[in-house]
């Protein structure tokens, strides 16, 4: 079992959908990180969080500790929000991070 | 300011052959770390630095790899006796510190070794 597990591998949405990807972890974390990947393209970060929720632009994103659970929102969706999402949890001890699989999501006009 | 850079972006390799990949941090950040990419997995962690000091190598996956920040600002990643196993992306990144900052990823070096 891998320690980040991240659900749907692959999703497809119409633009304008509300999108939820979910994220849990076994391991004990400082921080949760939730980042994109476009096609070919580096890794940017979106999130960084150890509580509650936080808000980008459509983006929102949450965590549980004691559920030991994230999920990462996208609010009306776009084709151009299509990429790779990926979490990742921050151990604590040297930073390091252990990523999940990823999410791959395309959205469609 | 600039980013992460890393270079070369893309780099083929004979097997058997030693390869050098570099990275350029984001001046003033003291963490570096080195991931490996392989297709369609999550990146992995390979090692750590914190200025020159390399805190963790545990994800190194074997004596063949080693990486060094001697001056504690730009890294280089070496594998040597490339095997088609280590074909995947090597992706840099860089934060602030160790403590709770986000990592700032480079574009990653594609290494194909045939």
């Known amino acids: 079992k891998n320690e980040v597990e991240q659900s749907p591998q692959n999703l497809t949405a119409q633009e304008g959908e509300f999108i939820t990807i979910n994220c849990s972890y076994s391991?004990?974390?400082?921080?949760l990180h939730w980042l994109q990947q476009h096609p070919g393209g580096g890794i940017v970060s979106l999130f960084m969080?150890?509580?509650g929720k936080k808000k980008h632009g459509r983006l929102i994103a949450t965590i549980n500790i004691q559920e030991k659970h994230s999920s990462l929102h996208i609010t009306a969706s776009h084709p151009r929000d299509s990429a790779v999402y990926i979490c990742?949890?921050?151990?604590?001890?040297?930073?390091?991070?252990?990523f999940g699989t990823g999410t791959l999501l395309a959205v469609q006009p | 300011g600039a980013g992460v850079s890393q270079s070369p972006r893309y780099k083929v390799a004979k097997r058997g052959q030693d390869v050098a990949l570099r990275c350029d941090p984001i001046s003033g950040h003291v963490s570096l770390f080195w991931y490996q990419q392989a297709l369609g997995q999550g990146p992995e962690f390979l090692t750590y630095f914190q200025n020159e000091a390399q805190l963790d190598k545990s994800g190194l996956p074997s004596d063949r790899f080693f990486a060094e920040r001697p001056e504690g600002s730009v890294s280089t990643l070496k594998i040597q006796r490339t095997q088609q196993e280590d074909s995947a992306v090597y992706l840099c990144?860089?934060?602030?510190?160790?403590?709770?900052?986000?990592?700032?990823f480079g574009p990653g070096t594609r290494l194909t070794v045939t």
């Open positions: 969080l150890s509580s």
């Open positions: 990742a949890a921050d151990g604590g001890a040297t930073n390091k991070l252990i």
């Open positions: 391991v004990g974390i400082s921080a």
């Open positions: 990144a860089s934060s602030f510190s160790g403590g709770l900052y986000e990592q700032y």
